[in-house]
């Protein structure tokens, strides 16, 4: 049984900065973890993502802004969001994927408001 707890989400001013946490139960292989964020009226999109190699990967729109990382063990995500814009307000979304079998498994956890206003 694989669960996502996410924490960290809230209102900040624009321009300011917000630490998202995202931790997995188990002490489980998670090949990548990261987040998406889905506002009203649109798709999810990407955020940020990292393998347990240490490969990151962002979204356009927040590259040079937000930074991901993992602890040691893989099992807890951190991002960290600066110079905040209204449009990043969204529900973020942790996701963790894993090998299972022969196919890679995909876990979300039960997203974070953010919201970014002033």
């Known amino acids: 049984q694989v669960q996502l707890v996410e924490s960290g989400g809230g209102l900040v001013q624009p321009g300011g900065s917000l630490a998202l946490s995202c931790s997995v139960s188990g002490s489980i292989f998670i090949y990548a973890m990261g987040w998406y964020r889905q506002a009203p009226g649109k798709q999810r999109e990407l955020v940020a993502t990292?393998?347990?190699?240490?490969?990151?990967n962002y979204g356009d729109s927040v590259k040079g802004r937000f930074t991901i990382s993992r602890d040691s063990a893989g099992n807890t995500g951190f991002l960290q969001m600066n110079s905040l814009k209204p449009e990043d307000t969204a529900v973020y979304y942790c996701n963790a994927k894993r090998p299972s079998g022969s196919t890679m498994s995909a876990y979300w956890g039960q997203g974070t408001q953010v919201t970014v206003s002033s």
């Open positions: 990292i393998t347990s190699d240490g490969r990151s």
